[in-house]
Protein backbone atom coordinates (compact mmCIF):
# COMPACT_ATOMS: atom_id res chain seq x y z
CA UNK A 1 0.00 0.00 0.00
CA UNK A 2 1.36 3.55 -0.86
CA UNK A 3 2.05 5.71 1.73
CA UNK A 4 0.10 8.68 0.18
CA UNK A 5 -3.71 6.87 -1.14
CA UNK A 6 -5.89 9.78 -1.71
CA UNK A 7 -9.16 7.75 -2.22
CA UNK A 8 -8.71 4.40 1.02
CA UNK A 9 -10.85 4.10 4.28
CA UNK A 10 -8.62 5.57 7.03
CA UNK A 11 -10.16 5.49 10.72
CA UNK A 12 -10.16 8.50 11.00
CA UNK A 13 -12.35 9.19 8.03
CA UNK A 14 -14.75 6.63 9.89
CA UNK A 15 -14.83 8.42 12.93
CA UNK A 16 -15.27 11.73 11.13
CA UNK A 17 -18.43 9.83 10.00
CA UNK A 18 -20.16 8.74 12.80
CA UNK A 19 -19.26 11.85 14.84
CA UNK A 20 -21.13 13.67 11.78
CA UNK A 21 -23.72 11.17 11.88
CA UNK A 22 -24.09 11.83 15.59
CA UNK A 23 -24.04 15.37 15.52
CA UNK A 24 -26.64 15.05 12.69
CA UNK A 25 -28.86 12.60 14.98
CA UNK A 26 -28.81 15.35 17.94
CA UNK A 27 -29.49 18.17 15.73
CA UNK A 28 -32.43 16.15 14.43
CA UNK A 29 -33.79 15.44 18.34
CA UNK A 30 -33.33 18.96 19.16
CA UNK A 31 -35.25 20.26 16.50
CA UNK A 32 -38.36 17.93 16.86
CA UNK A 33 -37.98 18.84 20.86
CA UNK A 34 -37.85 22.60 19.93
CA UNK A 35 -40.07 22.77 17.29
CA UNK A 36 -39.16 24.40 14.13
CA UNK A 37 -40.59 28.27 14.66
CA UNK A 38 -38.01 28.05 17.99
CA UNK A 39 -35.16 26.16 16.56
CA UNK A 40 -34.32 28.32 13.15
CA UNK A 41 -34.64 31.09 15.68
CA UNK A 42 -31.16 30.77 17.09
CA UNK A 43 -28.36 31.70 15.10
CA UNK A 44 -26.29 28.59 16.47
CA UNK A 45 -28.68 25.99 15.54
CA UNK A 46 -28.54 27.92 11.82
CA UNK A 47 -24.90 27.71 12.12
CA UNK A 48 -24.83 23.98 13.60
CA UNK A 49 -27.15 23.09 10.31
CA UNK A 50 -25.03 24.88 7.69
CA UNK A 51 -21.80 23.38 9.47
CA UNK A 52 -23.34 19.91 9.15
CA UNK A 53 -24.89 20.59 5.02
CA UNK A 54 -20.88 21.20 4.36
CA UNK A 55 -19.86 17.88 6.23
CA UNK A 56 -22.44 15.86 4.71
CA UNK A 57 -21.85 17.37 1.17
CA UNK A 58 -18.16 17.04 1.46
CA UNK A 59 -19.22 13.43 2.10
CA UNK A 60 -21.25 13.33 -1.05
CA UNK A 61 -18.62 14.84 -3.38
CA UNK A 62 -15.90 12.66 -2.34
CA UNK A 63 -18.08 9.20 -2.88
CA UNK A 64 -18.73 10.80 -6.09
CA UNK A 65 -15.00 11.19 -6.81
CA UNK A 66 -14.03 7.69 -5.27
CA UNK A 67 -16.39 6.00 -7.28
CA UNK A 68 -15.53 7.49 -10.53
CA UNK A 69 -11.62 7.10 -9.38
CA UNK A 70 -12.39 3.13 -8.88
CA UNK A 71 -14.34 2.98 -12.02
CA UNK A 72 -13.12 -0.28 -14.10
CA UNK A 73 -9.81 -0.35 -11.91
CA UNK A 74 -11.26 -3.68 -10.10
CA UNK A 75 -9.54 -1.97 -6.76
CA UNK A 76 -10.09 0.21 -4.15
CA UNK A 77 -6.86 1.73 -3.94
CA UNK A 78 -5.96 4.90 -6.01
CA UNK A 79 -2.43 6.25 -5.83
CA UNK A 80 -2.16 10.26 -5.17
CA UNK A 81 -0.49 10.01 -8.61
CA UNK A 82 -3.37 8.15 -10.10
CA UNK A 83 -6.12 10.30 -8.64
CA UNK A 84 -4.25 13.90 -9.60
CA UNK A 85 -1.76 12.74 -12.26
CA UNK A 86 -2.31 12.93 -15.86
CA UNK A 87 -4.17 10.11 -16.14
CA UNK A 88 -6.72 11.01 -13.33
CA UNK A 89 -10.31 11.18 -14.76
CA UNK A 90 -11.15 14.71 -14.36
CA UNK A 91 -14.54 14.89 -13.24
CA UNK A 92 -13.45 12.79 -10.04
CA UNK A 93 -10.58 15.05 -9.63
CA UNK A 94 -12.88 18.00 -9.54
CA UNK A 95 -15.41 16.19 -7.13
CA UNK A 96 -12.16 15.54 -4.91
CA UNK A 97 -11.07 18.59 -5.01
CA UNK A 98 -14.65 20.25 -4.10
CA UNK A 99 -14.90 17.40 -1.43
CA UNK A 100 -11.66 19.16 0.05
CA UNK A 101 -12.79 22.47 0.02
CA UNK A 102 -16.55 21.83 1.39
CA UNK A 103 -14.96 19.97 4.24
CA UNK A 104 -12.46 22.75 4.98
CA UNK A 105 -15.36 25.24 4.87
CA UNK A 106 -17.04 23.03 7.33
CA UNK A 107 -14.28 22.80 9.63
CA UNK A 108 -14.13 26.39 9.93
CA UNK A 109 -17.32 26.46 10.85
CA UNK A 110 -17.03 23.91 13.33
CA UNK A 111 -14.71 26.24 15.40
CA UNK A 112 -17.55 29.14 14.64
CA UNK A 113 -20.34 26.36 16.54
CA UNK A 114 -17.51 26.01 19.11
CA UNK A 115 -17.48 29.58 20.50
CA UNK A 116 -21.26 28.98 21.23
CA UNK A 117 -20.15 27.96 24.52
CA UNK A 118 -18.18 30.99 25.22
CA UNK A 119 -20.80 32.46 26.34
CA UNK A 120 -21.57 30.98 29.51
CA UNK A 121 -17.55 32.27 30.50
CA UNK A 122 -17.72 35.55 32.86
CA UNK A 123 -14.66 37.00 30.70
CA UNK A 124 -15.60 35.59 27.07
CA UNK A 125 -18.89 36.18 26.93
CA UNK A 126 -19.14 39.76 26.68
CA UNK A 127 -15.87 39.74 24.79
CA UNK A 128 -17.89 37.70 22.39
CA UNK A 129 -20.71 39.87 21.81
CA UNK A 130 -18.77 42.78 21.45
CA UNK A 131 -16.87 41.16 18.57
CA UNK A 132 -20.11 40.62 17.00
CA UNK A 133 -21.30 44.12 17.38
CA UNK A 134 -17.74 45.17 15.85
CA UNK A 135 -18.01 42.44 13.12
CA UNK A 136 -21.39 44.21 12.20
CA UNK A 137 -20.12 48.01 12.08
CA UNK A 138 -17.27 47.00 10.34
CA UNK A 139 -19.79 45.21 7.76
CA UNK A 140 -21.87 48.27 7.29
CA UNK A 141 -18.79 50.41 6.91
CA UNK A 142 -17.46 47.98 4.12
CA UNK A 143 -21.23 48.35 2.62
CA UNK A 144 -20.60 52.04 2.27
CA UNK A 145 -17.38 51.96 1.52
CA UNK A 146 -18.57 49.71 -1.60
CA UNK A 147 -21.21 51.66 -2.42
CA UNK A 148 -19.44 54.79 -2.74
CA UNK A 149 -16.18 53.41 -5.11
CA UNK A 150 -19.16 52.23 -7.22
CA UNK A 151 -20.29 55.16 -7.74
CA UNK A 152 -17.27 57.06 -7.93
CA UNK A 153 -15.63 54.55 -10.43
CA UNK A 154 -19.24 54.75 -12.76
CA UNK A 155 -19.28 58.39 -12.45
CA UNK A 156 -15.34 58.56 -13.40
CA UNK A 157 -16.27 56.40 -16.31
CA UNK A 158 -19.15 58.43 -17.22
CA UNK A 159 -17.12 61.75 -17.10
CA UNK A 160 -14.07 60.41 -19.44
CA UNK A 161 -16.41 59.02 -22.13
CA UNK A 162 -18.02 62.43 -22.39
CA UNK A 163 -14.04 64.08 -22.50
CA UNK A 164 -13.11 60.91 -25.37
CA UNK A 165 -16.76 62.17 -27.27
CA UNK A 166 -16.29 65.59 -27.01
CA UNK A 167 -12.79 65.33 -28.43
CA UNK A 168 -13.82 63.70 -31.53
CA UNK A 169 -16.92 66.20 -32.16
CA UNK A 170 -14.04 69.17 -31.88
CA UNK A 171 -11.36 68.33 -32.70
CA UNK A 172 -11.72 65.67 -35.79
CA UNK A 173 -9.44 62.91 -33.50
CA UNK A 174 -11.07 59.66 -33.57
CA UNK A 175 -10.21 57.06 -30.96
CA UNK A 176 -10.12 53.58 -30.35
CA UNK A 177 -9.89 54.03 -26.74
CA UNK A 178 -13.13 51.68 -24.84
CA UNK A 179 -14.38 54.78 -23.06
CA UNK A 180 -15.87 55.98 -26.28
CA UNK A 181 -18.29 53.14 -26.71
Known amino acids: MPPWNLTLFYLADVL ?31 VT ?11 LLWLAGFFLSVEG ?6 PVREAFGISAKESAYRLILLSNAFFSIGLVLSFINASNSFQVNSVL ?8 KMIRDIAKFLFLF ?14 YS ?20
Open 73 to 78: KGTSEI
Open 49 to 59: LFMLGMFVISG
Open 162 to 181: RYVQAREAFTGNATEHKFAQ
Open 125 to 132: GPLQLSLV
Open 16 to 46: IALWIAGLLFQEAKEAYRQGKERYFSQYWNV
Open 146 to 159: LLLFLAFGWAERKV
